[in-house]
Every structure is written in C-alpha cells, then in structure tokens.
C-alpha cells in the first residue's frame, strides 16, 4: 500500500494554491488533515507547513480505482497529490484540486495519542510525549513559527548595529558563575562541566571584537519544579565594550521592540491562532530600583530581607500590579554574580538589571568588573578560587576594555509573545528535573 514518491516533486505549497491557477496542473505533498466521504463526493483536507488545502473527488469524474483508493484513505496518511487546480465558490480558499493521482507514501499506526487537529484537549505530558504529533497542531505550529521569526529578528537587529555573532564552548573546565548547579561529564581522563553561560568567554572576547552576540544552548542544574524553569534552554547572550548597564539597557529595550514589530508584521496567521493581540510596549521601559521593589512588596504584606533575591510568591505579586515591560535596577551586589561591577560610591549596590515582563523575568544583565585586582576580590567574596579562573583572569592583563551585557531567555520571551503559562510550550523537547525523552 505505501508507494515510493518516485519522479514527483512538489510544484507548489498549499498557500499557493489560488484561483490564478485555475486550469493548471500541480503536486502536492502532505498530511490527511481530515477526510469526508458524501456517497459520491469525497472531500480530503490536505495540510503542508504553509497551511490547508482541499482536495475534491467526484465519483463520475475521477478514475474508480483513484476513487476506491481515496476511499482507503486516514486522517495523517502522508500523501502526494497530481490534480488540476479548480476555482470553487464552496472551498474555503475559492480554490480547490480535482486529483488525477494519489500516492499514499506512509500510513498511521491507530489509535494515536492525541489529537493533531487540536480539538480534543491533551495533557502537557502527552503532549510532549508525543511531541511530532503534537507539533501537527495549529497552535503549537504557531508557536514555532513565532520562534522562527523571533530568531531572525534578533540575529538581524544584532547584525544591523555592529555585533559579531560568535560560538562559544560548552564543554568547561569550571564554573562559569556560582549559585547554579552544573552537569558534570565525563570529558576523556578527567570531569568537564555543561556550560551554564557564554558569560566569561564573551565577556573575554570584546576584548578584541568589541561587540559580540550568541544564540546558543546553556545548562542549568537546577532540580526546580516549575512552569518557567529548564535543566537545558536557549540564550540571547550580548556584551558589547566602552559600555554600562544603562547603554545595555537601552540595546535590549530596543531589541525587543524590534522583534516584536517584526512578529506582528509577519506572523499575522499565527497570532490569530494564537487568540493573541500583540500590543507593542512604549520606550523607555520603566525602571525600579531593588529598594523600590521591596517597598511595594512590604505594602503588599510580603516583606524581603534586603539582599535577598526575590522568591516565586513575589514575583507573582509584582506580576500583579505591573502587566508589562520592567526593569529592576541597583541589586545588592552580593546576591549578583562576581563579575557584577559594585557602584563606585556605593560598593553594598551593584550596576546589575533584570527585565520583567509582569512576573517573568526576561532577561538579566549589567556593567561587568574590568579592573582585575577588584574582580580577584570579588570572587573570593563569594567562595570561588581565583586560580580556577586563571585562564579567564589573565585576560585582564592583555587589555580589557570597561564592558557591559546582558543574557535573554529565548524560550521565556516566547512565553510573553505567544501568551503561554508554561515555558514547554515554548521548547520543541525541554529537558528538566524529570524529562530527558523523547
């Protein structure tokens, strides 16, 4: 029953299927989206990336063994259509294809575990076990559509403005910051680490570009539970010298508005699936400095012991009173990492930045230590041995520039987009505490 495509090659996508056509002789290829049998009438919904298309079959006017072998077929059948392009008052595009051949290329194994159309609800966890099906629904397309998008805008903005996109290890012989688990491996005779961050090699390496950026994976041994968490996620990483956290701040205000211009330009289809109305925020965001913050918390009965950070309940709260875009600014410098610059007149406050959207945090950043003596200092303040930095710290001695940066999580700002609760959503197979399959 499964037949070879053979010489056939797709002519055209399903969105390009228009009345133009009328007449016109075409091959598509795709999956049975659905499939309705009228006595003599057999209508077959085919779906490719680009969308839906319909396929029409009247017994009196296609070949009975074409006709019979429509008959055979089932929802998610793989298929490659021969047909003429038809204009129609009935389908739903104006435009249908009357088949000349079919070709069944794969069958289904039934029942399958969810619904690819959507309409029936699924669980996350059957779902993401059956992630490829899962992938076949409207929505969940959408969203990956969206992250195409998002990635070329962001790779455009960045290029546009002077950086140098760069690939760093993920393999490391140390740290790169404490306070965040790491995944050893077995690394030949001897224990490397998964990198949690680009942080120390693109810190090292304006120091000779100036202005870099990566989009790349990081790894975080962290056994949370949550709906915003992941052991494995993607990073916008930048860092940019003769720049502060001000300057930084600004670049990522502006890359964020870029790409979601771009995304309400050109994801039109997908935001519609969505139910999603994408409203662009106004520049400057709105800024708030750590003791601000916890003046609101203290309002709202959940008082923060100054240079704590802040807990899930918190963040929730703030989500409650602030619905956009936000930075929190001036952290107490020892609850960021050791290459956070401390303020030259206050030491205890430290030039970093989060950016909040609601109660997520997007993104964090800030002014980095270029003065090697106080970066020593700082490491030791936090229980890291300067010598397991030694390839990093003699970098200081070359000529490092003042420098400044910040890291954005791809997945989280996909969240905010597409307006989804659950950070899997937004991963094509998210790693965690309890998933390493499929």
């Not at 962001?154 to 012989?173: D, M």
């Amino acid at each position: 029953m499964i037949e070879e495509l053979g010489d056939w090659r797709r002519t055209h996508w399903s969105s390009e299927i228009s009345p133009e056509l009328n007449g016109k002789e075409v091959i598509v290829c795709g999956w049975v989206q659905r499939i309705r049998k009228l006595g003599k009438l057999i209508f077959v919904i085919l779906r490719d990336k680009e969308g839906t298309l319909q396929i029409t079959a009247h017994q009196n006017t296609v070949d009975s063994n074409l006709f019979e072998k429509l008959k055979k077929l089932k929802n998610e059948y793989v298929i490659a259509v021969k047909g003429i392009v038809k204009e129609s008052a009935e389908a739903k595009k104006g435009v249908e294809i009357v088949p000349k051949e079919i070709k069944i290329l794969n069958t289904v194994k039934f029942p399958l575990p969810l619904d690819p159309t959507g309409k029936v609800p699924a669980e996350i966890d059957t779902r993401l076990d059956a992630r490829i099906l899962d992938l076949r629904r409207p929505t969940t397309f959408a969203i990956f559509k969206i992250r195409h998008v998002v990635l070329q805008s962001i790779r455009k903005f960045f290029v546009k403005n002077g950086f140098i996109e760069v690939n760093t290890p993920k393999i490391i012989a140390t740290a790169t910051e404490g306070g965040t688990e790491l995944f050893p491996v077995s690394y030949f005779e001897r224990v490397a680490y998964l990198a949690q961050s680009p942080q120390l090699y693109k810190e090292e390496l304006t120091a000779a570009f100036e202005k870099v950026f990566e989009i790349g994976p990081v790894f975080r041994a962290e056994e949370h539970r949550t709906t915003r968490h992941l052991a494995e996620l993607i990073m916008v990483d930048m860092e940019e010298a003769f720049a502060t956290a001000d300057d930084v701040m600004k670049t990522l205000e502006e890359l964020i508005i870029c790409v979601l211009q771009e995304v309400k330009e050109k994801c039109t289809v997908e935001l519609e699936t969505l139910n999603r109305k994408l409203e662009i925020p106004k520049t400057p965001f709105p800024r708030y400095t750590y003791d601000e913050i916890l003046k609101v918390l203290e309002k709202e009965n959940m008082p923060i012991p100054w240079g704590e950070d802040l807990p899930t309940p918190a963040v929730r709260k703030l989500g409650e009173k602030f619905k956009g875009p936000y930075f929190i600014v001036d952290w107490p410098t020892e609850s960021k990492p050791f290459y956070i610059k401390p303020k030259d007149n206050n030491p205890k406050i430290c030039e970093a930045f989060d950016l909040m959207w609601s109660w997520l945090e997007l993104a964090s950043g800030g002014t980095r230590i270029h003065n090697k003596e106080l970066l020593i200092e700082r490491l030791r303040s936090q229980g890291l041995n300067p010598e397991s930095f030694k390839y990093h710290l003699q970098t200081f001695d070359w000529g490092m520039p003042p420098h400044a940066g910040f890291g954005l999580g791809l997945a989280r700002l996909l969240m905010v987009i597409c307006r989804v609760n659950n950070i899997r959503e937004c991963v094509l197979f998210p790693r965690d505490v309890d998933r390493l399959v499929p």
